[in-house]
């Protein structure tokens, strides 16, 4: 070979090596960056070609597929009882991608993931047309419609936990939004998701799980059991050596109860039951900032959570000896998610171990055969089963005789706790309405509850943990006991 040839053959075969390298790196090394791109068309595509599998609850599905006309996407998502379902399921869109368990188990819902490799693999033998495989949730029908119905008009969030395992039982947002109307890809779905996006209710919200409100009193709870853990107390019936007025460190500004109540000196079950300010705000400053925050770490407080859709993280924050004690009934710079609070009644429910919460029970293949069941796993103990005991039963004295008494339910043992937290600046807003439970049988804790009312039509005088957010709890726990 003279030498120009073979100066032209090491050319092209460098531009030969050069592609190979390339084209290795895009499928090998860029292939899930390039194919989760928005841009990306063909994925979409790809993704509505076929039946999309069902997100089920209680066994039976509250999703479904129906082929487009006149559209590349053959399979459109569609849901039963979307608004309902909307803050557990997440929408699917043609035109806007997808989120929540619609995203995170898309591998599975759309046959793609690795673990149906095996039945993508037969079903190319036997012919059969591809279909994604389903995601069975741990969501009970009868809690999350109770938490639907009863939150109603009112703006809010509900979450109910079993606290034996964590499985989420309901988890239901108002208002809420049909996921149904945008699933689409042309300009009716485009405006529909563009309304919600303008409405000023923020119905895609996830109050459940994104959206942080100052606890108010369901915050004495994890106040409690700080003072126990560290010591400060240890007979719940003792007196608390709490002044009134009790005045704020570092100020001269006392911290005030609602009303005329005996919180002078007043027991741990007393002072919760009536819900004294003075006694949990001098506690979180006994204690101080530090072992404050550690206590509150251990109920999940200052991460995120992971259901496996992600929760905003709840705070318990750093702050100086006035501020520290205010958080310390729930105010200041204190947040909280609504499944956080949940989990701080699963806690005091199931003696001190507090379990991850979690939706998704189960993954089937397109066959129904079960490819993943979920275990459940403790995720700390905020206390000892001793000290767990001795709050469950300072919690239930509120039901029974403080300021919970709506959430009794014939026959069975409740405990709880109300709040109502100031919102806006001096107050300025309507309160936020809590109130946390659990119900318990002799077979132990089948659930517990938070349910936050965040703008009610009420009156502001009207407005308590006890006579909003009480009366949902009940709802959903009853559901629980009767589908026992």
Known sequence: MNKPLRRIAIFCGILILALLVRTNYLQYVRADELNSRDENRRVRIERYAHERGDIIVDGKAITGSVETDGSDFKYKRVWKDGPMWAPVTGYSSQAFDSTQLENLEDGILTGNDDQLFFNRTLSMFTGDEKKGGNVVTTLNSAAQKAAFKGLGNQKGAAVALDPQTGAILALASTPSYDPSVF????????????????????????????????????????????????GLYDDIDDPTRSPLPWILPQTSRPLNNEGNIPCKNASLREALRWSCNSVFGKISADLGNKKMIEEANKFGFNNEIFTPVRADKSVFPEDNPSQNAMAGIGQASNRATPLQMAMVASAIANDGKLM??????????????????????EMSRPLSAENAQKIQQMMETV???????AAQIDGVTVGGKTGTAENGLNNSKKPYAWFISYAKTDK????????????????RENISGGSLAAPVATAIMKAILDGK
């Open 183 to 230: 699933a689409g890809n042309s300009e009716k779905d485009a405006a529909a998701r563009a309304k919600l996006l303008a409405d000023k209710d923020q119905p895609m919200l996830n109050r459940a799980l994104r959206e942080t409100y100052p606890p108010g009193s369901t915050f004495k709870i994890v106040t409690a059991a700080a003072a126990l853990e560290n």
């Open 356 to 377: 991850q919460p979690y939706m998704v029970a189960a993954r089937e293949a397109p066959n129904t055969d079960t490819i993943y069941t979920a275990e459940p796993k």
């Open 399 to 405: 039901v029974e005789k403080g300021t919970g008494t």
């Open 444 to 459: 132990g804790s089948p659930v517990a509850v938070a349910v936050v009312v965040a703008d009610s039509s009420a009156n």
